[in-house]
């Protein structure tokens, strides 16, 4: 039974950094490609970044270049994402994304 389990968000200053985290279990994490999605209130889930098998190529969404980070660690079947420069607009549940599976979701919450 494959599952996804995301942690580290929380309630952060504008300009904070927080890294979440998403432990995988019951597919071959090491051939599986891995991403983080977010919903922000009042807007679709939408892709935030992507990582491939064995961390070769990564993508990030326009509004996130610069500031996330997106790695993974075989050994420990877990990926990462890194968030610097958090902004308000950042603010919203991020969701772990493998194959046609998703975690339950960490919440994110930028606000002075």
């Known amino acids: 039974q494959v599952h996804l389990v995301e942690s580290g968000g929380g309630l952060v200053q504008p300009g904070g950094s927080l890294r979440l985290s998403c432990v995988a279990s019951?597919?071959?994490?090491?051939?599986?490609?891995m991403s983080w999605y977010r919903q922000v209130p009042g807007k679709a889930r939408e892709l935030v970044a992507e990582?491939?098998?064995?961390?070769?190529?990564?993508n990030y969404a326009d509004f996130v270049k610069g500031r996330f980070i997106i790695s993974r660690d075989d050994a420990k079947k877990t990926i990462y994402l890194q968030m610097n420069v958090l902004i308000p607009d950042d603010t919203g549940v991020y969701y772990c994304?493998?194959?046609?599976?998703w975690g339950r979701g960490t919440q994110v919450a930028v606000s002075s």
């Open positions: 994304h493998s194959l046609n599976f």
């Open positions: 019951g597919f071959i994490f090491s051939v599986s490609p």
């Open positions: 990582i491939s098998s064995g961390g070769v190529s990564r």
